[in-house]
């Protein structure tokens, strides 16, 4: 007796439908990117006002001067655009390339001749920027905050709980963090070395840093700052504490910056009608000082709008930063939001006479190509984090990237959400 079998029997099994899974993804965080565009057109309206009259008696052409800083704000915009889109955990793939890059580039400002196709150019006295045949200069330091953001917010990720550890934490920080600062620090640009310092240090303190640790090398580097100081730069310190000992000479720039805010009142004296942005009567108008000819120009009000919209990109950055999809996001977002409201926060404090000169621009608005692109890159990698942060609450997924303890200075623990699955 024969079986027939059904040709059921013969069939393939059905498969499964294949699953793919997918990041949540919303709209970015439109409160950082209005700060910053606001804050970029004050900044081309700022430079215009600031050195219209000094271009034109220079080449007769009011937007000599304003015209370039247009041109790089574009391009840092297209940047930062471009970077809202990509994944920012790609960056944890090149994280260790751009910070070679970022130290050999530093290497080349102080090693490399005048003559040369790659040459360094020095500034004010000090070899901060190089050259790369017919094209424009470029600020190393610049792209060097970013590279060791990137790759301070991947190492710090990775290591976990060993972050705590004197060897396998405060140690290897050191290591990381020590030639960047010291090729700033040779330059010589204290400014920027502070904010890369301090920058380096909120990602360490945040990642779970070992707090005795923390001060003793926060206490070390003071001693070593205090030591390693130069002669211009005692000089500043002595015009910082009386400026009014040497008007004309060492305190002549935090005089001038403190009679430009005097003259600004609470509504200032009008766009174009400042009265020391000529130059002479304030050097640097255009870059370290400009937030004095903000105050002379706009007065008391314009002077809140620029720290309002700061506290609004340090807020939004925060915030994202909390909400953060992982450790390497959090971390990151961290980095790149106290990195800019440090830097803006110490170029106002000299104009306002609350720190001492040490010559680093206001982000977005003073004038400069390099420090405006890279900006606006960090702002977008910023962007690209806030699209996938999570509600209120803690990070999910976090514990792949780290461990944790429940004493000590840490990111708040994992807390996991479902990934919603597609067919």
């Given at each position: 007796m024969s079986v027939v079998r059904p040709l059921q029997a013969f069939a393939r099994p059905a498969t499964k439908p294949k699953t793919t899974l997918r990041r949540e993804q919303h709209q970015p965080d439109y409160s950082i990117l209005v700060a910053v565009v606001a804050l970029a057109a004050i900044g081309i309206l700022m430079v215009y006002s600031s050195s219209a009259m000094r271009a034109y008696l220079r080449s007769d052409d009011t937007l000599a001067i304003v015209g370039p800083q247009i041109q790089w704000a574009g391009l840092g915009i297209v940047a930062m655009l471009l970077t809202m889109r990509i994944d920012y955990r790609y960056l944890r793939l090149v994280s260790i390339p751009l910070f070679a890059a970022a130290v050999i580039l530093l290497g080349l400002?102080?090693?490399?001749?005048?003559?040369?196709?790659?040459?360094?150019?020095?500034?004010?006295?000090?070899?901060?920027?190089?050259?790369?045949?017919?094209?424009?200069?470029?600020?190393?330091?610049?792209?060097?905050?970013?590279?060791?953001?990137?790759?301070?917010?991947?190492?710090?990720a990775k290591r976990g709980t060993l972050i705590s550890g004197f060897w396998s934490g405060t140690v290897a920080f050191?290591?990381?963090?020590?030639?960047?600062?010291?090729?700033?620090?040779?330059?010589?640009?204290?400014?920027?070395?502070?904010?890369?310092?301090?920058?380096?240090?909120?990602?360490?303190?945040?990642?779970?840093?070992?707090?005795?640790?923390?001060?003793?090398?926060?206490?070390?580097?003071?001693?070593?700052?205090?030591?390693?100081?130069?002669?211009?730069?005692?000089?500043?310190?002595?015009?910082?504490?009386?400026?009014?000992?040497?008007?004309?000479?060492?305190?002549?720039?935090?005089?001038?910056?403190?009679?430009?805010?005097?003259?600004?009142?609470?509504?200032?004296?009008?766009?174009?009608?400042?009265?020391?942005a000529g130059g002479l009567f304030l050097p640097n108008a255009s870059n370290d000082y400009i937030f004095a000819i903000i105050g002379e120009e706009f007065g008391l009000v314009g002077g809140v709008v620029i720290v309002g919209l700061f506290v609004v990109l340090a807020y939004a950055g925060i915030r994202t930063a909390?909400?953060?999809?992982?450790?390497?996001?959090?971390?990151?977002?961290?980095?790149?939001?106290?990195?800019?409201?440090?830097?803006?926060?110490?170029?106002?404090?000299?104009?306002?006479?609350?720190?001492?000169?040490?010559?680093?621009?206001?982000?977005?608005?003073?004038?400069?190509?390099?420090?405006?692109?890279?900006?606006?890159?960090?702002?977008?990698?910023?962007?690209?984090?806030?699209?996938?942060?999570?509600?209120?609450?803690?990070?999910?997924?976090?514990?792949?990237?780290?461990?944790?303890?429940?004493?000590g200075t840490h990111l708040p623990g994992p807390r996991r959400r479902p990934i919603p699955q597609r067919s």
């Open positions: 400002v102080l090693f490399m001749s005048d003559g040369g196709a790659i040459r360094s150019v020095s500034v004010g006295g000090s070899a901060r920027w190089l050259q790369i045949g017919p094209l424009p200069a470029v600020h190393p330091a610049e792209f060097a905050k970013l590279a060791m953001v990137i790759y301070l917010a991947h190492w710090t050191l290591i990381i963090v020590a030639p960047v600062v010291a090729l700033v620090l040779k330059e010589p640009d204290l400014g920027t070395t502070t904010v890369i310092a301090l920058t380096a240090f909120t990602i360490f303190f945040v990642a779970g840093a070992n707090l005795a640790h923390f001060a003793a090398m926060g206490g070390a580097a003071l001693l070593v700052v205090l030591v390693g100081l130069q002669g211009y730069q005692v000089a500043r310190l002595q015009a910082w504490l009386n400026p009014w000992s040497d008007p004309l000479g060492k305190g002549f720039h935090t005089i001038q910056g403190l009679l430009a805010l005097a003259l600004g009142g609470v509504l200032g004296a009008g766009l174009g009608e400042s009265r020391l909390l909400r953060a999809p992982d450790t390497f996001g959090a971390l990151l977002a961290t980095g790149i939001t106290a990195w800019l409201t440090i830097q803006a926060f110490i170029n106002i404090g000299v104009v306002v006479g609350l720190l001492p000169v040490t010559g680093i621009t206001l982000p977005f608005i003073s004038l400069g190509g390099s420090s405006l692109i890279i900006s606006f890159t960090a702002v977008g990698i910023l962007l690209s984090i806030s699209r996938e942060t999570v509600e209120r609450g803690s990070w999910n997924d976090a514990a792949a990237d780290r461990g944790r303890r429940d004493r």
